[in-house]
């Protein structure tokens, strides 16, 4: 927890806190300035656990367009569920979970999967491929440059 307030410069590049300085420290150069002077800056939240168009034994909860209630209370991350029920597999269920919601979050999103009912060892087995398989694509020289992109 802080324990103070100070008034503070704050450079964003790409959607990026690139650096906190004195005021007046970061120099004129910048394109825009927002002046929030009286205002607490504070970076976005992630709200670890929301229920989206989750049809759930009988239980329907909202759809991906009440997200922008997430963005006005400060959320700029939400993660989302993905049930994973046999006969289906867990790379399928997240695959459709994923066409299910795209286009449709006002913020950044992702996914815990929940394994449901009678999951079997096969499952297990395509979590540790998927894993396997998401740390490959993380440490390629491609990957790296997709992520400067979005960033």
Not at 25 to 49: F, N
Not at 81 to 86: G, K, L, N, R, T
Not at 120 to 130: G, L, Q, Y
Request: aromatic share 6%; charged share 25%; glycine share 10%.
């Amino acid at each position: 927890m802080p324990d103070r307030q100070e008034a503070l410069d704050v450079a964003v590049e790409d959607q990026v806190i690139r650096a906190v300085e004195p005021r007046g420290a970061l120099g004129p150069e910048a394109s825009k300035v927002i002046d929030a002077t009286g205002c607490l800056v504070v970076p976005g939240g992630i709200d670890p656990h929301v229920h989206y168009a989750m049809n759930f034994e009988g239980m329907l909860t909202e759809g991906p367009e009440y997200t922008p209630a997430a963005a006005h209370g400060g959320n700029t991350t939400v993660i989302d569920f993905v049930f994973q029920e046999p006969p289906q597999g867990l790379s399928g269920a997240i695959a459709a979970r994923k066409r299910e919601l795209e286009g449709g979050m006002a913020v950044d999103w992702g996914l815990h999967a929940i394994l449901t009912k009678d999951f079997s060892f096969d499952v297990v087995e395509e979590i540790v491929v998927m894993h396997s398989e998401v740390l490959l694509e993380m440490n390629s020289p491609h990957h790296e440059q997709e992520v400067q992109h979005r960033n």
